[in-house]
């Protein structure tokens, strides 16, 4: 039988790693690489237990918790939001982006649940400067998190949406992909249709089921010594700085608990959510969602137009499209991407991969946020590593 990586391939990719931490450039770092069954973890700088905020890649979780629902009948995707976020009803929607909060037309159409987790809710995290329209400035007023991630900072989940329903919508909803803030709808939504807080319905139907014991939307005083600082750049002086400590914003639950960008999680707790979604829903002999719904959330769902000047970074979608929670790589445009790989990062510092063609999983966690959302040299050489390793 063939390796499923070859070993010496495999060892390169951890000296690398290794000599990132070594050298400061990237202090704690966690890698995880699984195929057919063959899985190597490694830490550097860091124990493998450490725990890290995993901002962004929070997006996937909160949509398979939604599927969950769907599946339940508690939830359908083709159903308005109202039905259980009655805030939303009769949306005026921004005649452009750049038009004053009054400068308004009706929404032709409600939002539907699956616009939250496909992001074409019609509203978003725009890819501009902040603060540069009025509509970016009135959300940030209003405290809803559309930047990075400060968990003590938005209300509750009720004062959160009755918030956000006093802005109009940037688009119409489904006609533009617009990043993040549907997401963060959507875990007022798994809320109200489970009659349990998000925090209490994602450990009970995913994070207890998957033997995910460190993870959450904070890091109880027992773990905190686990709990890694995370550093970010002064972007006026480029100087390194703490952008939060262990005993920061982490280390209390939130007022609201983002579906978008607040959890945090260890290199072994997320490989078994992502082993359950490379499984087709199933951990061992439990079964989480059907393999149905896995490919549901992992298929490109998005049109053309829908792509069209929403993406992160230009070009982007050339090459990937988006299903729930999760960008969906649609050509190879490199030997780290296959049509139909998955997954999504974390802006604070943290990567998952899952490739179908490959039976292959692959996650780096890391204490280092992003300067941008291009993907920082860390990254992008563990994923070439990674796929290098390849042994057949």
Same mark, same amino acid.
């Given at each position: 039988?063939?390796?499923?990586? *070859?070993?010496?391939?495999?060892?390169?990719?951890?000296?690398?790693?290794?000599?990132?931490?070594?050298?400061?450039?990237?202090?704690?770092?966690?890698?995880?690489?699984?195929?057919?069954?063959?899985?190597?973890?490694?830490?550097?700088?860091?124990?493998?237990?450490?725990?890290?905020?995993?901002?962004?890649?929070?997006?996937?979780?909160?949509?398979?918790?939604?599927?969950?629902?769907?599946?339940?009948?508690?939830?359908?995707?083709?159903?308005?939001?109202?039905?259980?976020?009655?805030?939303?009803?009769?949306?005026?929607?921004?005649?452009?982006?750049?038009?004053?909060? *009054?400068?308004?037309?009706?929404?032709?159409?409600?939002?539907?649940?699956?616009?939250?987790?496909?992001?074409?809710?019609?509203?978003?995290?725009?890819?501009?400067?902040?603060?540069?329209?009025?509509?970016?400035?009135?959300?940030?007023?209003? *405290?809803?998190?559309?930047?990075?991630?400060?968990?003590?900072?938005?209300?509750?989940?009720?004062?959160?949406?009755?918030?956000?329903?006093?802005?109009?919508?940037?688009?119409?909803?489904?006609?533009?992909?617009?990043?993040?803030?549907?997401?963060?709808?959507?875990?007022?939504?798994?809320?109200?249709?489970?009659?349990?807080?998000?925090?209490?319905?994602?450990?009970?139907?995913?994070?207890?089921?998957?033997?995910?014991? *460190?993870?959450?939307?904070?890091?109880?005083?027992?773990?905190?010594?686990?709990?890694?600082?995370?550093?970010?750049?002064?972007?006026?002086?480029?100087?390194?700085?703490?952008?939060?400590?262990?005993?920061?914003?982490?280390?209390?639950?939130?007022?609201?608990?983002?579906?978008?960008?607040?959890?945090?999680?260890?290199?072994?707790?997320?490989?078994?959510?992502?082993?359950?979604?490379?499984?087709?829903?199933?951990?061992?002999?439990?079964?989480?969602?059907?393999?149905?719904?896995?490919?549901?959330?992992?298929?490109?769902?998005?049109?053309?137009?829908?792509?069209?000047?929403?993406?992160?970074?230009?070009?982007?979608?050339?090459?990937? +499209?988006?299903?729930?929670?999760?960008?969906?790589?649609?050509?190879?445009?490199?030997?780290?991407?296959?049509?139909?790989?998955?997954?999504?990062? +974390?802006?604070?510092?943290?990567?998952?991969?899952?490739?179908?063609?490959?039976?292959?999983? +692959?996650?780096?966690?890391?204490?280092?946020?992003?300067?941008?959302?291009?993907?920082?040299?860390?990254?992008?050489?563990?994923?070439?590593?990674?796929?290098?390793?390849?042994?057949?």
């Amino acid at each position: 039988m063939t390796d499923a990586f *070859d070993k010496s391939r495999l060892t390169r990719l951890h000296d690398t790693m290794a000599g990132y931490a070594a050298r400061g450039q990237v202090p704690g770092i966690a890698t995880a690489v699984s195929r057919r069954g063959e899985t190597h973890v490694a830490a550097h700088g860091v124990e493998r237990d450490t725990i890290f905020r995993i901002a962004s890649m929070s997006k996937p979780v909160a949509a398979a918790a939604a599927m969950i629902l769907v599946e339940e009948c508690k939830l359908r995707l083709d159903e308005p939001v109202t039905r259980l976020l009655p805030e939303l009803a009769d949306r005026r929607v921004l005649r452009r982006l750049d038009a004053e909060l *009054d400068d308004t037309e009706p929404a032709k159409r409600p939002i539907l649940v699956a616009d939250l987790m496909n992001f074409t809710i019609g509203f978003g995290i725009p890819m501009l400067p902040f603060g540069l329209h009025p509509i970016q400035r009135a959300a940030d007023a209003l *405290d809803l998190g559309q930047g990075p991630p400060h968990p003590q900072l938005p209300p509750a989940p009720d004062e959160w949406i009755k918030r956000f329903a006093t802005l109009p919508l940037m688009h119409q909803p489904g006609e533009k992909w617009m990043y993040h803030t549907g997401i963060d709808v959507l875990g007022v939504l798994i809320a109200r249709a489970s009659g349990q807080s998000l925090e209490d319905f994602l450990r009970d139907r995913l994070f207890d089921p998957l033997g995910m014991k *460190d993870t959450g939307f904070f890091v109880p005083p027992e773990k905190l010594g686990r709990f890694t600082a995370c550093l970010g750049t002064n972007f006026a002086t480029s100087d390194e700085i703490v952008y939060d400590e262990p005993t920061g914003e982490w280390s209390r639950m939130p007022a609201f608990p983002s579906a978008g960008g607040g959890l945090v999680s260890t290199i072994d707790d997320y490989l078994a959510f992502a082993t359950m979604m490379l499984n087709g829903g199933k951990h061992g002999v439990t079964r989480i969602l059907s393999r149905p719904s896995v490919i549901t959330m992992t298929t490109d769902r998005l049109t053309p137009a829908q792509k069209a000047g929403g993406s992160l970074l230009g070009g982007y979608f050339d090459s990937h +499209g988006w299903g729930f929670g999760v960008a969906v790589v649609t050509r190879r445009d490199d030997p780290t991407m296959t049509p139909g790989q998955y997954g999504w990062d +974390g802006g604070l510092g943290s990567s998952w991969k899952t490739d179908p063609a490959e039976a292959m999983t +692959g996650i780096i966690l890391t204490n280092r946020a992003w300067t941008s959302p291009n993907p920082p040299d860390v990254f992008r050489d563990f994923w070439t590593l990674a796929y290098a390793a390849i042994g057949d």
